[in-house]
Every structure is written in structure tokens, then in C-alpha cells.
């Protein structure tokens, strides 16, 4: 049940009739010769990690190593709770976890790089948000997880999950891409549904520069979290109302990997241009440095 693509991952699906959690199992315990309850066990100390990282954001006072950023998913979290949310109470929520995560990596805390540390909010947002509004078990979460990570296998193999590499695409748009997929199957879409929701949520986000104020992985990375997890939703929504995409997840994925090595090196990671290089920037970088 190997898979490279996303045309050969939607073939094995049909030919079986399983979702893509289920391929996705089916191929770890192929490459890794564990068996299924080992897997799925690595899966869940993984997800255990990411439900912590959240609450440790909403029960401590954090701060980063560059003093960017700390406190932001209390404050958002609590103008829910105040009824005061313009996003409600399932989008405050997951951008308040989102950016969370984000608090706890830059103050050293563990953290699941999803698909990588400055990304890592977004699908622990998108994931415990939903969770905890349907009450989903912890067993069906994991499950999903192993959605998220077929759609990160995908990118990996056939593009870059980098922002060196592809800029802030590269990292927070596939792990937008990566939750709307899972949240489609968590929905109860088509494995079909599950990599359209995909490709959208990596059209929505094409282009997205990297461009870390100081070289440090809080700001804008920390605001671009809550922006990758509302993105996941709102792109697993369109697709789930039945809406067409009309670039297949294996076109999407090249073309954010040219849109990727198309950008300038200043826009990929290296602090030398965009908001890194505003007079704010350079300012807050002096102060730090």
C-alpha cells in the first residue's frame, strides 16, 4: 500500500474502501514492520504532547527567548469566555491554541514539530478546538492524526515543508493543509473531499513569505498559527458544503514548491526582508541581539 502520490493515496482508498487515516496506518506499519497498536500508540503520546502544550499555555505565564511574544492564547481564550469573540467559540478556540503552541516552543517547552516547530500550532488549535466542541474521543483524534500526516508525507515527498526552502507556504500552508484534511474526514467527508479541502487551504496561503523578526520563530509565526488553523476550518468547510476545487492536491503541492523556490532568499527565512526588515523590525532585532 505504498503511495507517492496523491492520484496512487485516493487509488488505494477506493480500490479498499477506507479513508485516508486508514492508508495512512496501513503504510506506517509497512515501512516501520511495527505492528498496528505500536503505531497508533507513538501517535498518542504525540497527541497527549500536543493537548499539553496547550494547557500549559492557559495555565502558565510564558515568554519567549526573544520577549516577542507570551500571554497572547490566555488573552484571546478569555474574550471568548467573555462572549465578546467575533470569530466564536470554535474559532476562538482554535486560534487561541494555536498560538499557544507557539508560546510554549519559543519558551523551550516540548512541543510536536506538525510539520514543524513554527508550525506546530495549527493543528493542535484546529484538533482540541473541534474536540472539545463534538466531543470526540481521543481515540478518533489520533486516528486523524494519521490523516494530517499522509498530507505532510505527500508535501515532503514531492515539495518542501521549509520556509528556507519555500518560504512561510512551505511550513504554516501545509500544516493548514495537513488539519483541513483531517477535518474533513473528522466530518465524515470522502477521502476525495479530504485532499480538495487540502489543496484549497494551499491555495489560500501561496505565496506566504517567511520573514521572522530577529530570525526567532514568534513573530508574525505566532499569528500565522491562528491564521493556518482558521484557514484548515474554513477550507474544510467550503469543501464539506459540497463546493468544487479545481486543482487537484498533486498540482497544488508543485505549485507551491515553484511559488516556493520562486521567492527571493530575503523572503525565505533569513530575516532580511518583509516585516524582519521594517524599522520595527530591525529595531526590536537590536534590542534582542
Not at 473531499?193 to 489560500?204: F, G, K, Y
Not at 514548491?257 to 532585532?285: D, H, M, N, W
Amino acid at each position: 500500500m505504498e503511495f507517492k502520490y496523491a492520484s496512487e493515496l485516493i487509488e488505494i482508498c477506493q480500490k479498499n474502501n477506507i479513508p485516508i487515516s486508514e492508508a495512512m496506518i496501513n503504510y506506517e506499519m509497512l515501512i516501520s514492520q511495527k505492528t498496528r497498536e505500536d503505531i497508533i500508540s507513538q501517535m498518542a503520546y504525540s497527541y497527549t504532547i500536543m493537548k499539553k502544550a496547550v494547557q500549559r499555555s492557559l495555565n502558565e505565564d510564558l515568554k519567549s527567548i526573544g520577549g516577542l511574544i507570551g500571554g497572547e492564547a490566555k488573552k484571546i481564550l478569555n474574550r471568548g469566555k467573555n462572549n465578546k469573540s467575533v470569530c466564536g467559540t470554535l474559532m476562538n478556540k482554535a486560534i487561541s491554541y494555536a498560538m499557544g503552541v507557539l508560546e510554549v516552543n519559543t519558551s523551550m517547552g516540548l512541543i510536536v514539530a506538525a510539520p514543524t516547530a513554527g508550525a506546530a500550532g495549527v493543528i493542535p488549535g484546529t484538533f482540541i478546538a473541534l474536540q472539545e466542541e463534538y466531543n470526540f474521543t481521543d481515540e478518533i483524534m489520533v486516528k486523524m492524526l494519521f490523516n494530517a500526516g499522509a498530507i505532510g508525507y505527500l508535501i515532503t515527498r514531492n515539495a518542501t515543508v521549509s520556509g528556507a526552502e519555500g518560504g512561510c507556504q512551505a511550513e504554516v500552508g501545509s500544516a493548514s493543509a495537513m488539519a483541513a484534511s483531517a477535518i474533513v474526514e473528522l466530518m465524515g467527508g470522502t477521502p476525495e473531499q479530504c485532499l480538495d479541502a487540502s489543496s484549497t487551504a494551499l491555495a489560500n496561503m501561496l505565496g506566504l513569505v517567511c520573514d521572522p523578526i530577529a530570525g526567532l520563530v514568534e513573530a508574525p509565526c505566532q499569528k500565522r498559527n491562528a491564521v493556518g488553523a482558521s484557514n484548515a476550518m474554513v477550507s474544510a468547510e467550503i469543501i464539506l458544503s459540497g463546493i468544487i476545487h479545481h486543482v487537484p492536491f498533486d498540482e497544488m503541492i508543485i505549485a507551491m514548491y515553484k511559488v516556493g523556490r520562486s521567492l527571493p532568499f530575503e523572503l525565505r527565512e533569513t530575516a532580511l526582508g518583509g516585516i524582519a526588515a521594517t524599522p520595527t523590525g530591525c529595531q526590536l532585532c537590536k534590542n534582542i541581539l
